[in-house]
């Protein structure tokens, strides 16, 4: 081993005790690498659960998972061959469930191990000891027992879209089979045959009948595209339903004019209906009016009104490549980099946000919808009633 603690070892086949006594002298030779080194002399890894793949003749690295064809998270587009250079580096052994303590409260001192994925034991003093992630006790010894049970391996292989992917990768309609990655929102490229590839948001193998009953092997090819990103990630989609006439007029182009509010998104739109408006170089798309009156809750029936913008949406397109969706008043205060912030860990989930804890509403100044939550509406509205005496807070 190139280390070694004493006490047992949560990545040992058995839960026995390593006395760690040196037998012999250490051969020489490179130390197994962290994640972001490269690996292609020591042929190991040091994180529990990675292998070192390799990318070509001049790189590798240690990861989790390695599909062949270019990674999101490079700094180039050059494939990467995915060929294993060495062994897995062992994970949590199964002995350690029913060996090990978990967490505060129970004592470790014997075990000299613990459950929960990133816990150590440590000694308080005398034959007590406990699992926690970091001892900041100021009356406790703090000295380590046995070794740090690992946390999991990260299979979340979620990146930006790069900057390098607007040249390299595929759009809808165009073969993949080169590029091995898409321009868009949770589309993968998918192998037909030796001859043709082509992003998909998913694929059945076997025969499609919306290609001429063609038989498509459905392998994946590269990394699967989670938004186009062009100031952030996850990337936003914004819009704003407004007046043509009015306070809003000035207000959205105070707004375009230092780059903030919906324009600091990945993408925008403006709406009007029955009229035009543009705003800086931005022109809004118009949509069928409708009569607003009062909501059973006393605001605004707008439901029809809404109805029809959110169709406009639809009808655009726009949101096909973005991980969000967002409905943003006019006189909203919206940072989208706080937006970015708070759904990061939500990206490619079907979701949607419940911004009011009272009552059956959202609040409208403010609506967030994830991709599948936009393409289910876009889908099934038809299902939905729209009663025209409802808020579309209330409605969505």
Known sequence: RGTCVPGPDPTHWDGQWWSCKELGERTPGPQCADADQDCRQSRCCKDPGHTCFEKNVGWAACKATCAPGPHFEDVDGYPWSCNRLGPTKES???????????????????SGCCKNAGEQCYLKGGDYAECMTECTEGDWA?????????????????????????????????????????????VQCYEKDSGWAQCLNSCTPGVHADDHNSTWWCNALGP??????????????????????????????????????IFSCDDHSLLTADGNVTIGTTQSIRFKGAPVGISVDNTA????????????VIKAGIWTNHTFTLKVDPDAVFLPDRAR??????????MF??????????????????????REWATREHECPAPKNWGEDKYM
Not at 101 to 110: E, F, S, V
Not at 341 to 350: D, E, F, I, N, S
């Open 301 to 312: 029936g707008n439901t029809e009104l809404f109805v029809h913008a959110w169709k406009a």
């Open 142 to 186: 703090c000295t380590t027992i046995g070794s740090r049970t690992p946390a999991p391996a990260n299979f979340n292989d979620i990146h930006a879209f790069p900057d390098w992917g607007w040249d390299q990768c595929s759009g809808p309609g165009v073969s993949c089979k080169e590029s091995r990655c898409c321009i868009g929102m949770d």
């Open 224 to 261: 699967r595209t989670y938004g186009v990103s062009k100031k952030g990630f996850p990337s936003l989609y914004c819009f704003s339903v407004m007046r043509f006439a009015g306070y809003e007029v000035g207000l959205m182009q105070a707004q375009y004019d230092r780059g903030v509010g």
């Open 353 to 374: 946000v419940i911004n009011c804890p009272l009552g059956d509403m959202v609040f409208g100044a403010l609506e967030v919808f994830s991709f599948h939550a936009i």
């Open 92 to 110: 949590t052994a199964g002995w350690v469930w029913g060996q090990c303590m978990a967490g505060r409260g129970q004592n470790c001192y014997h």
């Open 341 to 350: 912030t708070h759904l990061r860990p939500h990206v490619g989930a079907k």
